[in-house]
């Protein structure tokens, strides 16, 4: 595994059937090449904080939950790196300033988290360096990461690291602990509060957070260099997603259209061109307003295609998408219904680049997103029930060149399965 052009903070877990729920998730750092220049000094420490919502249920009685046609129960904690309460503790220097990574690895949850006595100063948001501002606390939604600077300026003593739920009743808390390596014991100041529950408070923070034009990615060159918005985007696909009922069970869907897993992978499917494991096209490019069904829905789109995407929420939560093999500047968001003109509000300047989005209830979020990269790629909720249950669709990346320099060739070794058994890899 080559990491190849990326840089930054992200985190590993299992997909499948509803094994994320159980852990087996991790960390992962991408550091910047010698001689790359970072737009902050090094620090004197690079912690991690993998925090996420947390059931007493087994992963496999979770699944049967939702496989029996009803939601998952609210969760029973917060766990930090997969400790309880004041389970971590990480020792800083006073004076130093160090690197902290936030991923939100839950199944249900938005996440707040904010430390004692400290502000946060927001460097890097999953692979983009940002403009560094300040903040007191951070919302990080489910499958995000940031990266922020603490620096250890306040009298030596023990400060709580508090996360909690977002939109939530009741709110989760769990805490960690900052821990100055000359401290006597617990700090004096107030613990830090929480944020307002007002959807406002997280959709301006959301807006305030910039890439950094001057900064240096993983190349030399300065992140601004590409000019995404002045690029003319060739298609606006929009994205609707809906509860709904289907045989007399929960579901979810994406315009109109609950997804279910193929017999065969359906990039193997479509390597081989097996016919009747899906059906290009099936997931359109416009919410329905029809009743939901049942399909394998995958989208057909072309290489080199500069794509406008709006994911609209008409519901009461807040919604958290990712895209696999593709980062997106996110453009704009706002409450209430999308329409063309709403594209005189977007940010085509300095829009942050990441890999998870969040839409905010009875609202919509717009991207930007280059189609550089051939292949079969999940587009799917981070709520892993709205997962599982329906809320994913495949977005079908395709090149006429065939070409190796557009996309690696299958592996010698790879697995074939459903209807593929049986079948050759290639002989080289």
Same mark, same amino acid.
């Given at each position: 595994?080559?990491?190849?052009?990326?840089?930054?903070?992200?985190?590993?877990?299992?997909?499948?059937?509803?094994?994320?729920?159980?852990?087996?998730?991790?960390?992962?750092?991408?550091?910047?090449?010698?001689?790359?220049?970072?737009?902050?000094?090094?620090?004197?420490?690079?912690?991690?904080?993998?925090?996420?919502?947390?059931?007493?249920?087994?992963?496999?009685?979770?699944?049967?939950?939702?496989?029996?046609?009803?939601?998952?129960?609210?969760?029973?904690?917060?766990?930090?790196?997969?400790?309880?309460?004041?389970?971590?503790?990480?020792?800083?220097?006073?004076?130093k300033t160090y690197r902290f990574r936030v991923s939100n690895v839950g199944i249900a949850t938005s996440v707040n988290i904010r430390i004692q006595g400290h502000s946060m100063l927001l460097v890097e948001v999953e692979g983009s360096h940002?403009?560094?501002?300040?903040?007191?606390?951070?919302?990080?939604?489910?499958?995000?990461?940031?990266?922020?600077?603490?620096?250890?300026?306040?009298?030596?003593?023990?400060?709580?690291?508090?996360?909690?739920?977002?939109?939530?009743?009741?709110?989760?808390?769990?805490?960690?602990?900052?821990?100055?390596?000359?401290?006597?014991?617990?700090?004096?100041?107030?613990?830090?509060?929480?944020?307002?529950?007002?959807?406002?408070?997280?959709?301006?923070?959301?807006?305030?957070?910039?890439?950094?034009?001057?900064?240096?990615?993983?190349?030399?060159?300065?992140? +601004?260099?590409?000019?995404?918005?002045?690029?003319?985007?060739?298609?606006?696909?929009?994205?609707?997603?809906?509860?709904?009922?289907?045989?007399?069970?929960?579901?979810?869907?994406?315009?109109?259209?609950?997804?279910?897993?193929?017999?065969?992978?359906?990039?193997?499917?479509?390597?081989?061109?097996?016919?009747?494991?899906?059906?290009?096209?099936?997931?359109?490019?416009?919410?329905t307003g029809g009743g939901a069904y049942l399909q394998t829905s995958v989208m057909a789109a072309n290489m080199r295609d500069y794509v406008e995407v709006v994911f609209e929420n008409a519901e009461n939560l807040v919604q958290s998408w990712?895209?696999?093999?593709?980062?997106?500047?996110?453009?704009?968001?706002?409450?209430?219904?999308?329409?063309?003109?709403?594209?005189?509000?977007?940010?085509?300047?300095?829009?942050?680049?990441?890999?998870?989005?969040?839409?905010?209830?009875?609202?919509?979020?717009?991207?930007?997103?280059?189609?550089?990269?051939?292949?079969?790629?999940?587009?799917?909720?981070?709520?892993?029930?709205?997962?599982?249950? +329906?809320?994913?669709?495949?977005?079908?990346?395709?090149?006429?060149?065939?070409?190796?320099?557009?996309?690696?060739?299958?592996?010698?070794?790879?697995?074939?399965?459903?209807?593929?058994?049986?079948?050759?890899?290639?002989?080289?």
């Amino acid at each position: 595994m080559q990491f190849k052009d990326q840089i930054g903070s992200y985190y590993y877990f299992p997909s499948l059937l509803f094994h994320k729920a159980a852990g087996g998730y991790g960390a992962i750092r991408v550091l910047s090449r010698p001689r790359i220049p970072v737009p902050f000094d090094p620090p004197a420490g690079d912690f991690t904080i993998l925090a996420g919502d947390w059931f007493k249920l087994n992963h496999t009685d979770l699944k049967g939950i939702l496989d029996s046609g009803n939601d998952l129960p609210f969760p029973d904690g917060l766990l930090i790196n997969g400790q309880g309460w004041n389970g971590n503790r990480f020792t800083v220097d006073q004076g130093k300033t160090y690197r902290f990574r936030v991923s939100n690895v839950g199944i249900a949850t938005s996440v707040n988290i904010r430390i004692q006595g400290h502000s946060m100063l927001l460097v890097e948001v999953e692979g983009s360096h940002t403009m560094q501002s300040t903040y007191t606390s951070i919302d990080v939604h489910l499958g995000q990461s940031y990266s922020f600077l603490v620096t250890a300026d306040q009298p030596p003593a023990d400060y709580s690291i508090v996360v909690s739920t977002r939109f939530t009743t009741p709110v989760l808390t769990t805490a960690a602990i900052l821990h100055y390596s000359s401290s006597n014991g617990a700090a004096s100041v107030p613990p830090p509060p929480a944020p307002t529950v007002e959807i406002d408070f997280s959709l301006n923070q959301a807006r305030s957070i910039r890439w950094n034009l001057t900064a240096s990615g993983p190349r030399p060159n300065p992140q +601004g260099s590409y000019h995404y918005g002045l690029v003319n985007t060739t298609r606006t696909i929009r994205l609707a997603n809906s509860r709904a009922t289907i045989n007399g069970k929960l579901r979810y869907a994406v315009n109109g259209i609950s997804f279910v897993p193929a017999d065969t992978p359906l990039k193997v499917a479509d390597f081989y061109s097996i016919p009747g494991v899906f059906t290009l096209g099936s997931m359109p490019d416009n919410p329905t307003g029809g009743g939901a069904y049942l399909q394998t829905s995958v989208m057909a789109a072309n290489m080199r295609d500069y794509v406008e995407v709006v994911f609209e929420n008409a519901e009461n939560l807040v919604q958290s998408w990712h895209i696999d093999g593709y980062a997106f500047w996110v453009v704009g968001m706002d409450g209430g219904q999308w329409t063309p003109a709403s594209r005189q509000g977007y940010n085509l300047r300095d829009a942050i680049a990441r890999y998870t989005l969040q839409v905010y209830p009875q609202s919509w979020t717009a991207i930007y997103m280059p189609l550089d990269n051939v292949g079969m790629w999940n587009v799917r909720s981070e709520s892993w029930a709205r997962q599982y249950l +329906g809320q994913q669709f495949y977005l079908r990346v395709y090149s006429p060149a065939n070409s190796w320099r557009d996309e690696n060739p299958i592996p010698k070794n790879a697995l074939l399965c459903g209807r593929a058994s049986g079948r050759r890899t290639r002989p080289l």
